[in-house]
């Protein structure tokens, strides 16, 4: 670490892998296999970060890395249409049929910031509704915070992003249909889209309130903006269908990145033929990218989703998923660790706080020292866990039942060490 911090800024290229939410430093990694992770000390660990969501089937699926050996044999990158980028299109719409067009990217970033230019330029207006505690990305327009209050003037999330960037980004409470609905009554003719993560996976995991999905449809398609859901975590994680497919809604645009390119870079956005065509070269909307299709990442994420067709795959993840819980709520109760599990399927977040997380206000009530401690017990006993409170643990195809009572004995033994520390 102390070389990787001469070269590059924290250590790291990507904020939450420098531990600084939790102190320490991080495993350094060398390989991978499966459910697990080994890294350059020879540590091996359980892996429920799992590249921060992509790798669904686990490291190194056999069928994954003969797909990218076979285009390896055939050429990196061509600066040309391939046949294999329509067919990972196709297979995008077939599962998500509220999808007709998608033009694949690089990063998710990229998708959120060319999904929200593409609704900005189709209804001629400037103002874009996010949610606290959303992330859609490092694009300019998407690192605005909520101010206080409700529907406040946004304020830049990051030096150098210009408050003229962010002025047209309005930040909502996520949850609170109240709030969605006077801004809506207010502003509806200047609002080009709202974006929201439909299940959110980045202030942790929070599950969207009875109704409030079906509000931001209702309100969006009645004024005439444009409803992007953000999957790019949930996309094809949660269901078949992803969010959308789960709670039955269609948004305008989605934007899609992580298990679409199997663990290498790629991202996502697509929609009707009647938008997308608005997208250059068909219309006037600019958007493009020297790699965007890469064969490499298209071979990865065709052999990905060829192996998660139907139910049987999410059934199994749901299955792991609600014994992770189980076990995790169990050893707290014993302990008497007070925490909160929010989990859809195969993400899932462990709260270390009373009250019950809905919203970005609530989630920040979790005890971060108490976790930074928790994290570190996870990892010496084997387990990579996400090294933030506000981050979703993954589970994959790879991990067994096996793999998620380790990991729950783990907890146990983590709960018991912070009910020790606490104890007068
Ligand atoms: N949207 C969501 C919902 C995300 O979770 C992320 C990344 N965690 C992004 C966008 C940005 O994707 P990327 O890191 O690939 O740019």
Excluded at 74 to 80: D, H, Q, Y
């Amino acid at each position: 670490m102390a070389r990787a911090r001469l070269s590059l800024p924290g250590g790291v290229n990507s904020p939450v892998r420098s531990f600084s939410a939790v102190g320490g430093t991080p495993p350094f990694f060398e390989r991978a296999e499966g459910q697990f992770l080994f890294d350059i000390d020879g540590n091996r660990y359980l892996d429920m970060v799992l590249a921060y969501g992509p790798l669904i089937l686990g490291h190194l699926h056999p069928a994954v890395v003969a797909a990218v050996g076979r285009q390896l044999q055939l050429g990196e990158a061509f600066g040309g249409p391939t046949e294999a980028e329509s067919e990972l299109a196709e297979q995008i719409c077939r599962r998500m049929p509220n999808l007709e067009m998608v033009r694949l990217v690089n990063s998710g970033t990229e998708a959120a910031m060319s999904a929200v230019r593409l609704a900005r330029g189709i209804t001629g207006r400037d103002v874009v509704v996010k949610f606290a505690g959303c992330y859609h990305g490092h694009s300019d327009a998407m690192l605005a915070q909520a101010g206080s209050g409700v529907a406040t003037l946004s304020i830049p999330g990051s030096p150098g992003v210009p408050r003229g960037t962010v002025a047209d980004t309005v930040v909502l409470p996520f949850n609170d249909l109240d709030a969605v609905s006077a801004l809506f009554s207010r502003e509806g003719p200047r609002i080009a889209a709202v974006i929201v993560e439909p299940v959110p996976g980045n202030m942790g995991v929070v599950l969207p309130r009875d109704g409030f999905l079906p509000l931001l449809r209702d309100l969006t398609a009645a004024q005439g903006s444009v409803l992007i859901f953000d999957e790019v975590i949930t996309g094809f994680r949660v269901s078949s269908g992803g969010a959308q497919g789960l709670f039955g809604i269609e948004p305008d645009l989605t934007c899609l990145g992580k298990v679409i390119g199997g663990g290498l870079p790629v991202g996502a956005f697509g929609g009707s033929r009647e938008i997308m065509s608005h997208l250059a070269p068909e219309g006037p909307v600019y958007q493009a990218g020297t790699l965007s299709g890469n064969p490499l990442a298209v071979a990865a994420g065709l052999a990905t989703l060829a192996l998660l067709q139907g139910d049987g795959p999410y059934q199994e993840l749901e299955a792991r998923g609600a014994l992770l819980e189980s076990g995790i709520l169990a050893a707290a109760q014993k302990s008497g660790v007070p925490v909160q599990v929010n989990r859809l399927g195969s993400m899932l977040t462990v709260y270390l706080t009373e009250s019950p997380v809905t919203d970005y206000p609530t989630a920040m009530t979790a005890d971060r020292t108490r976790f930074a401690a928790l994290h570190h017990d996870l990892l010496r006993r084997g387990v990579f866990w996400p090294p933030s409170g506000y981050e979703s643990a993954f589970l994959s195809l790879r991990h067994e039942r096996s793999d998620v009572e380790a990991v729950v004995k783990s907890f146990a033994a983590g709960f018991e060490a912070l009910a020790a520390n606490s104890a007068p």
